[in-house]
């Protein structure tokens, strides 16, 4: 595809961003076409954006680690971290709906919710520093200790 095409696709996606609150699960699969579309023409910091779009629509454990990872700059880590506990955080309040389909090889799940834990809470805190915070995660979860 050549740069006129991307820059099409990063067109299509600011408006429908305008169309969509941010938090919606389809915005994750949305923010992935872009980011894809601006590592093409070279613009990383509306790629990095778009991760972290991506990651606020579903804050799951592999879009934590992908924001954490394409950091570049690694004194912005731990403020970037502290952020993602957060919004994880005031996902884990939402009342999500009593049946949400799982993501399966045959099933595109762009419209579906996250499946954010308290796991995935306790990972922020450790990539953030956050010690205290994941340790009181792992001592009254079982599962994690």
């Not at 006129?4 to 067109?11: H, M, P, Q």
């Not at 939402?94 to 990972?123: M, Q």
């Amino acid at each position: 595809m050549d740069e006129g095409k991307y820059r099409d696709v990063i067109a299509a996606v600011e408006s429908a961003r305008q169309a969509l609150s941010p938090d919606m699960p389809i915005r994750a699969a949305i923010s992935d076409y872009l980011r894809q579309a601006a590592e093409h023409v070279g613009d990383e910091e509306l790629a990095s954006t778009a991760r972290w779009e991506a990651f606020y629509a579903k804050p799951e454990l592999s879009r934590l680690l992908d924001i954490w990872e394409f950091t570049p700059d690694e004194s912005q880590h731990t403020e970037l971290m502290q952020r993602a506990s957060e919004r994880i955080k005031k996902y884990l309040r939402k009342k999500l709906p009593s049946y949400f389909p799982f993501a399966s090889l045959d099933h595109d799940d762009g419209e579906g919710y996250a499946r954010a834990t308290k796991s995935t809470l306790a990972h922020a805190y450790l990539l953030c520093r956050d010690w205290e915070s994941a340790y009181e995660i792992s001592r009254t979860k079982k599962e994690l200790g």
